[in-house]
């Protein structure tokens, strides 16, 4: 699908992901869900090393954008990613940002 094809809600859409994601914690976080892996928010926030109100923070706005699913299993809520193609997206840009 080529950008010209896209409809206003959905460029609209893609903007708001694209605006969601334009955080250092929130990239790290997508990088956490590469490929099929799935987290809770501890996992995340142990892993990254912040605060689990932070983390949980920038899970909601990544899930609210549409960039992050979720799923409960008892007391935890897994979250992953919606389309692994960002991964991709985001590679592309850490090569353009490289010097």
């Not at 976080?29 to 996992?43: A, F, M, P, Q, W």
């Amino acid at each position: 699908m080529e950008i010209k094809n896209l409809n206003p809600e959905s460029l609209e859409r893609a903007a708001g992901m694209l605006k969601a994601m334009a955080h250092p914690v929130r990239i790290a976080i997508i990088g956490c869900l590469d490929g099929k892996n799935t987290r809770s928010v501890t996992e995340i926030h142990n892993q990254l090393g912040i605060e689990q109100s932070a983390a949980s923070h920038h899970l909601g706005i990544l899930k609210d954008k549409g960039v992050l699913g979720s799923k409960r299993d008892g007391k935890n809520t897994y979250y992953f990613l919606k389309n692994e193609n960002l991964i991709d997206f985001l590679d592309c840009v850490a090569e353009c940002c490289v010097q």
